[in-house]
Nanobody
Framework: QVQLVESGGGLVQPGGSLRLSCAAS????????MSWYRRAPGKERELVER????????HYANFVKGRFTISRDNAKNTVYLQMNSLKSEDTAVYFC???????????WGQGTQVTVSS
């Protein structure tokens, strides 16, 4: 059974930091690119950052440049999102995604809420 389980969300003040984790199971983690998406209230889901299967390359949205960092540990089947200098507009549900173009398969986690507020 495929599972992507996010954790680490919560309430943080503007300027603070959070580290999200996504633990994967039920598929060959190292064969999949991993991404974090988010959906803010009233908005469409959008890509935050993506890392290739080996961790060698990343792609990030302009709005997180210099603030968020994605990383993965293939030995632990886990992907992380380190979020620094958080802003109120970062408030959203953050989702973990696994995708393999070669295998034509993709999976989603259930999401974790991040709220940035004073």
């Amino acid at each position: 059974q495929v599972q992507l389980v996010e954790s680490g969300g919560g309430l943080v003040q503007p300027g603070g930091s959070l580290r999200l984790s996504c633990a994967a199971s039920g598929f060959t983690f190292s064969h999949y690119a991993m991404s974090w998406y988010r959906r803010a209230p009233g908005k469409e889901r959008e890509l935050v950052e993506r890392v290739t299967s080996t961790g060698g390359n990343t792609h990030y949205a302009n709005f997180v440049k210099g603030r968020f960092t994605i990383s993965r540990d293939n030995a632990k089947n886990t992907v992380y999102l380190q979020m620094n200098s958080l802003k109120s507009e970062d408030t959203a549900v953050y989702f973990c995604n696994a995708n393999s173009v070669f295998l034509n398969k993709g999976y989603w986690g259930q999401g974790t809420q991040v709220t940035v507020s004073s």
